[in-house]
């Protein structure tokens, strides 16, 4: 027997499907300053639809100096002595550009194919349509939530999220929370039911090695002094060994060798690594030891962005240049403090130049730490028992080899899990022109949401406090 | 008692000054299709002069093709039985940009505290100037030259002499000669007296590096894919081993190592290293075990002159780039064959480049040989003498570093030696604004010149036979 939320949901599709082609309709390019009004009509969009639900104290929020996009907040709490938990999404979208690459235009969404196609549309305004409407038939069919429900939707998550740590320590008590759900952040693959558990972080900085004060000719100065592009040369092949372990101890501080058990579970996801790297024309490369699963989400990494210097363009030119750049990340494992491990490698690096060269380090970037969830946290088991009773599959665990800066964010300020419980699947073309989002996602989102709220709805709200870093 | 043909020479300075200045006024920048009418003035105004001094068989040359900047050919064979020698100069000059940091424009000569300041007046209309007049006063006081003399007059120096070896294999035997003494080719520092007895040569080449097909996110590939930027960088920083030396043991074949009685010359000349290093704020730095001019005369190296690879921009991207870009070249010296040592320098690349990379080799610059006139040569000899009694001097023999494409395709195809005798001095802004010529060069290189023919004449031709390669 159908759940009656669930039924009203599903048979309010069609008006789910208008809401969103409304709404992808909005050119909300928070990136693009010309494009203002379509950030201000999706905020309208969406507030209009919360005071529809009865949303209560509705209200933009911003960091205490009032700059950035603000996020648009609303709260049901509708279930004293439940859960409460602090909803996610994001109403901003990627540029569109290229615009030529697109078959439809960005902004006017079309379905073809059991597929939506507009900017956004998968990241994240249909997975966060998923959410208020399945909302919503709570509402209209209870007459109210089972748990307690705070909204907060972010108009900066593509972006980068600046203005996210203030509006949490800005708004701690409003946001306040047992656990956070997010309707952002992808499913890994079609042919999979898994569960995202783990992101790695980010780090880096930009260093520029230098050896004279100016450019100098090759025919007079070859042989008699050094030349950066092989001293950088030389640092970024020293930051590896030959096993392609960096080459800096104290960079691993704190990262924790895969368990038998982890390699064991991460063994069993299904994975055809052969076609994997077919499709990019690449050879599996990495750290001896360890699987190419177990290399992209347990290990950490660095790696060089972009490097130059010298005479780049048509032809030859015999000049010996006299600096040389290059712009380096990092991608973080749970363990590591993001601080460390960067000055780890700066500190490797500096302890490998040599005497006849100097280097500058700079380009700061901005940097975050790993998110894991951890494996007995309520709320994953809540999305594990939803997703089994949806699919009659459980879910794998996987992790990404990508950041995600939410979970970082809210695990540091609020000291609260977050379970990304998105229903977008990565294969989507976020970030890409052509963007679609599944129709059948839409069928498969709300049987999860509807179910995922019944099982919060279950939890003994003690359960969350062991978890809760504050 | 001064020469009479030197005196004769020397009354007639302001008219050689006046005669230089109208020939700095033609902008004959061969690189610029838009200034060929300068490139033709210049090449009448000395077609113009060589008539007025009887020369014979006035011409221009060119490949057997037709192509190219003409070469303008003169001859007086006045002295039967005395050497003949190739007098080598070129009518072109750089191309005067940047503009706007020449104090008065390029191609309106003026004088200023002993210096007459125009695009290409000390490289190489100046000194060619000095060896016409020299021949001209010899005309004028004794109605003939003492020697034969063949002038060959170049328009494509500037350019890379791409016509040159056409040049000398359509007209071989017009060209033939005992030996050549170029006008052109700089000395090395006002405050020494010294003849450039040898160059190093050149070749070079381009490498990409692949790893995959497109870029990738280092979040979704970080840690599992190779990095061509740290392949490349590996590959760079194989070239050399700890002690600067280039390791690819077939690169050094033919190479000879400094005798103890070079390395004694060398370490005679004065050379103040740290004042030179200080200019420009670098440190010493090369091959173990050679002092730096050992380093920079007689020592091949291998230099990357440019290198690139994903994101240059602004701030931060998080790609893993698919390739990644190298320029090369090297300096080769006496003994070496320019594409041995090339080819060494690739082979030993190929050999580095692990399993998960490609690499493709293109970008083949022209290259050339070293070149070094032999110790004992008779015109050599004749140089030393000349200064010897115009300075009160004995000239010390360096070497430059840069290369000399003139002397090593008249040693490969003509089968001569080249003696530089131009009094040009290194300081003098050519190929940078602001170009200028001493005042006292003019004078200095009129007695020099005048004498270096009284000492040609003396040689017994024969002399010369040991010496030629064909």
Not at 131 to 141: D, I, P, S, Y
Not at 274 to 296: M, N, Q, W
Not at 305 to 317: C, E, Q, R
Not at 409 to 419: A, C, E, K, P
Request: aromatic share 6%.
């Amino acid at each position: 027997m159908t759940d009656p939320v669930l039924k009203h949901a599903l048979d309010h599709q069609p008006q789910l499907i208008e809401a969103l082609k409304t709404l992808v309709a909005c050119p909300s390019v928070g990136a693009d300053p010309a494009m203002s009004q379509g950030m201000e009509d999706a905020r309208q969009i969406v507030e209009g639809r919360l005071d529809a639900m009865e949303f209560q104290r509705l209200q933009r929020l911003t960091p205490a100096d009032g700059t950035g996009q603000p996020a648009i907040y609303g709260e049901r709490m509708d279930a004293p002595g439940k859960p409460t938990m602090l909803v996610y999404a994001h109403y901003d979208v990627q540029p569109p550009d290229p615009l030529e690459k697109w078959d439809t235009p960005p902004f006017e969404p079309v379905e073809r194919d059991g597929r939506l196609f507009g900017r956004g549309i998968s990241d994240d305004k249909g997975p966060m349509m998923i959410a208020l409407e399945t909302l919503a038939a709570f509402v209209a069919v209870e007459g109210k939530l089972p748990i307690n429900v705070k909204l907060l939707i972010e108009g900066e998550e593509e972006t980068g999220s600046p203005s996210l740590p203030g509006i949490l320590e800005t708004h701690r008590e409003l946001l306040d929370a047992d656990a956070v759900l997010s309707a952002d952040g992808a499913r890994w693959r079609p042919d999979l039911v898994a569960l995202n558990v783990g992101s790695r972080g980010n780090a880096g900085f930009e260093i520029r090695v230098q050896t004279a004060s100016q450019d100098l000719h090759s025919g007079r100065y070859g042989g008699i002094v050094a030349n950066p592009l092989h001293v950088l040369s030389g640092l970024i092949s020293s930051l590896h060994d030959d096993t392609g372990h960096i080459a800096a101890p104290v960079f691993y501080e704190g990262v924790a060798e895969p368990t038998n058990a982890e390699r064991a579970e991460i063994a069993e996801i299904p994975y055809d690594e052969e076609s994997s790297f077919e499709v990019i024309d690449a050879k599996p490369h990495g750290e001896t030891g360890y699987s190419t699963l177990e290399r992209l989400w347990m290990r950490p990494t660095v790696d060089v962005n972009g490097m130059w210097g010298g005479y780049t363009g048509a032809g030859s030119k015999t000049v010996i240049p006299n600096e040389a750049f290059a712009k380096l990340t990092m991608r973080l494992v749970p363990g590591q403090d993001p601080e460390t491990a960067k000055q780890a490698v700066i500190q490797h690096l500096k302890s490998q130049l040599p005497d006849y060269a100097s280097m500058d380090v700079y380009g700061d970037r901005g940097q975050g730490g790993a998110y894991a969830v951890p494996e007995d946290h309520p709320l994953l088991q809540a999305a594990v028992s939803a997703l089994e009773q949806t699919t009659g599959q459980t879910p794998l665990k996987v992790r990404i080899g990508a950041s995600l800066p939410l979970t970082e964010i809210v695990s540091r300020i609020l000291g609260l899990d977050t379970v990304m419980f998105s229903f977008a699947l990565s294969d989507e073309n976020f970030h890409a022109p052509n963007e679609f989002f599944r129709l059948s996602s839409i069928t498969d989102g709300l049987a999860a949401w509807v179910q995922i709220m019944r099982q919060i709805e279950a939890i003994d709200r003690q359960a969350f406090s062991a978890f809760r870093r504050t």
